[in-house]
């Protein structure tokens, strides 16, 4: 199978990425109810410049969306990956990987210091992929979500993407 393609999402993937929404949606890694058929994709807060699309063979297969974590111009450093998705018949063709990896190398090409993600706990495939990418468990909220009949933790995860800085030295 050929590597995915990686690329810019455009205003025309409207329609391709709100059914591969709609058809990947899972307790897995969802916290807010599905996404309904005329639901929009793409949002004031999430448009086409915060998503990278991944393609095999010309059709749309899979997303990340890539936003920062809060509004405060304090945390500007950070990016966030606040969405991936990837289509069931492309699961196993390396396209979540290649998507992480694009997320990654756009968050530093946008300046940032680091990259952080949140999953659920018991979503062990997307934890071990970015584990496998250089993400550290940064903190668990324990219980923090009841999903389908059980508690399940909120993860966040993160990486930094430049070479820190040492800390100040105090006397």
Excluded: K
Excluded at 145 to 164: K, N, P, Q, S
């Amino acid at each position: 199978m050929p590597a995915p393609h990686i690329r810019p999402a455009r205003s025309d993937d409207e329609e391709p990425l709100g059914r591969l929404d709609r058809d990947t949606w899972s307790l897995l890694h969802a916290v807010s109810p599905p996404p309904g058929p005329d639901d929009p994709f793409f949002r004031p807060h999430s448009g086409p410049d915060d998503h990278l699309v991944a393609e095999l063979d010309g059709a749309v297969v899979g997303y990340v969306r890539l936003g920062f974590p809060t509004p405060l111009a304090a945390n500007a450093h950070v990016r966030q990956i606040r969405g991936l998705a990837v289509a069931g018949t492309a699961r196993g063709a390396g396209v979540g990987r290649a998507l992480v990896r694009a997320a990654v190398e756009e968050a530093r090409r946008l300046g940032a210091r680091r990259i952080t993600l949140r999953v659920l706990g018991h979503n062990t495939a997307a934890r071990r992929l970015y584990e496998s990418e250089g993400f550290v468990v940064e903190g668990v909220q324990p219980e923090e979500f009841y999903l389908g009949g059980a508690y399940v933790d909120d993860v966040t995860m993160g990486r930094f993407l430049t070479e820190r800085e040492p800390a100040p030295v105090t006397t």
